[in-house]
T-cell receptor, first 113, second 112 residues
Framework: GEDVEQSLFLSVREGDSSVINCTYT??????LYWYKQEPGAGLQLLTY?????DMKQDQRLTVLLNKKDKHLSLRIADTQTGDSAIYFC?????????????FGGGTRLMVKP | DSGVTQTPKHLITATGQRVTLRCSPR?????VYWYQQSLDQGLQFLIQ???????AKGNILERFSAQQFPDLHSELNLSSLELGDSALYFC???????????FGSGTRLTVV
């Protein structure tokens, strides 16, 4: 959706860090999420962050949230070939009665051996 | 296995036909969300049900309808199908916001 934007493509070498960026426009965001989609598969929740937090770390994943700039990033440390997938950021917004997820267009991560 | 079950996994049908997609939410989750994923539109929210009641509507066409039954499973009905309806249809369930939304593996619909 146009409310959440991501770059289309990112290529990294195995062992490097990957940083996937996302910007959103709605100031009523409550939670922000990162999902992973492998080819032919569904959406797997990787992590989420509450909108009043700045950072969340979970093993190789670090989420940074800059609420002033409405910018969210996902850093994957020591990226592996198995991390190759499409990564979606998504938000839920206070103004949406159903708390549905609004997704970005996805970033395709390619990890080269 | 995410706990959200969608059937069928694949569906091929002709233009003008009607199909029903089924979703069983994760045990204990009262909310069901339907999403459409297509190459040109990305992931679009269609409709949400909570404990049997429609809660929110997104970009759902009038040819599409859904319902949630007393056992909490949900069905998405797509009628007068067009080529452009070919997409992956995902169902997700949640207990409450902030807990994350669990997605099923999707139904791939191909309209020929």
């Amino acid at each position: 959706g146009e409310d959440v934007e991501q770059s289309l493509f990112l290529s990294v070498r195995e062992g490097d860090s990957s940083v996937i960026n996302c910007t959103y426009t709605d100031s009523s965001s409550t939670y922000l999420y990162w999902y992973k989609q492998e080819p032919g598969a569904g959406l797997q929740l990787l992590t989420y962050i509450f909108s009043n937090m700045d950072m969340k770390q979970d093993q190789r994943l670090t989420v940074l949230l800059n609420k002033k700039d409405k910018h969210l990033s996902l850093r994957i440390a020591d990226t592996q070939t198995g991390d190759s997938a499409i990564y979606f950021c998504a938000e839920t917004r206070r103004r949406d009665a159903g708390n549905m997820l609004t997704f970005g267009g996805g970033t395709r991560l390619m990890v080269k051996p | 296995d995410s706990g959200v079950t969608q059937t069928p996994k694949h569906l091929i049908t002709a233009t003008g036909q009607r199909v029903t997609l089924r979703c069983s939410p994760r045990s204990g989750d009262l909310s069901v969300y339907w999403y459409q994923q297509s190459l040109d539109q990305g992931l679009q929210f269609l409709i949400q049900y909570y404990n049997g009641e429609e809660r929110a509507k997104g970009n759902i066409l009038e040819r599409f309808s859904a319902q949630q039954f007393p056992d909490l499973h949900s069905e998405l009905n797509l009628s007068s199908l067009e080529l452009g309806d070919s997409a992956l249809y995902f169902c997700a369930s949640s207990a409450a916001p902030g807990n994350g939304y669990t997605f099923g593996s999707g139904t791939r619909l191909t309209v020929v």
